[in-house]
């Protein structure tokens, strides 16, 4: 079992939608969650940075995380074509090595 | 604020042959730099991570032999791919840590590396 499971998609979805995405993990030992987006061909770009359970928004963005269910998720309000990424979750536990999902590539179309 | 730069974005090279990427902090200082390596619609792998004036910690079964990493300034730290081989074609991606915000990592662009 991979310590952080994420739906690799494809997720299509009209402009205006609101989009969910999301990771299970398995190692209770990971305390720091993020969402970094990725376009093709390009690096990582931090989205989101969530230590606690609970939410929190950022614009358009709303992390959440539930530790006790080991469960986080990234919705996307009024998406846009320009949303269209692949999304990775990661988390850090006690070593400060990032544990990055697969990532879901989401295509929000006109 | 926190850009980070890699340098080249796309290299072709002959098997056998050896490739440097370097990987840059423009706007501030790192002390810990991470290594990773992305195949085709997979997840970004850790291979190592490189303290600043001190040997690159690699992750279990990467070469470090083949993988060779130095750390020579607080803004730079460059990747050799030693004898490369057409498997060892991938997308490169360095990152680098902020000082003080020990869980926050910023990503380069990436270096795609095809071995012919």
């Known amino acids: 079992q991979k310590e952080v499971e994420q739906d690799p998609g494809p997720l299509s979805v009209p402009e205006g939608a609101i989009v969910s995405l999301n990771c299970t993990y398995s190692?209770?030992?990971?305390?720091?969650f993020m969402w970094y987006r990725q376009y093709s061909r390009k690096g990582p770009e931090l989205l989101m940075y969530?230590?606690?359970?609970g939410n929190k928004e950022d614009g358009r963005f709303t992390a959440q995380v539930d530790k006790s269910s080991k469960y986080i998720s990234l919705f996307i309000r009024d998406s846009q074509p320009s949303d269209s990424a692949t999304y990775l979750c990661?988390?850090?536990?006690?070593?400060?090595?990032?544990?990055f999902g697969t990532g879901t590539q989401l295509k929000v179309e006109l | 604020g926190a850009v980070v730069s890699q340098h080249p974005s796309r290299v072709i090279c002959k098997s056998g042959t050896s490739v440097k990427i370097e990987c840059r902090s423009l706007d501030f200082q790192a002390t810990t730099m991470f290594w990773y390596r992305q195949f085709p619609k997979q997840s970004l792998m850790l291979m190592a991570t490189?303290?600043?004036?001190?040997?690159?910690?690699?992750e279990q079964g990467v070469e470090k032999d083949k993988f060779l990493i130095n750390h020579a300034s607080l803004t730079l730290s460059t990747l050799t791919v030693t004898s490369a081989h057409p498997e060892d074609s991938s997308f490169y991606i360095c990152?680098?840590?902020?000082?003080?915000?020990?869980?926050?990592?910023?990503f380069g662009p990436g270096t795609r590396l095809t071995v012919l």
């Open positions: 490189s303290n600043e004036g001190s040997k690159a910690t690699y």
């Open positions: 990152s680098a840590r902020v000082p003080g915000k020990v869980n926050e990592q910023f």
């Open positions: 190692n209770s030992a990971f305390q720091y």
């Open positions: 990661a988390m850090v536990g006690g070593g400060n090595k990032l544990t």
């Open positions: 969530t230590y606690s359970s």
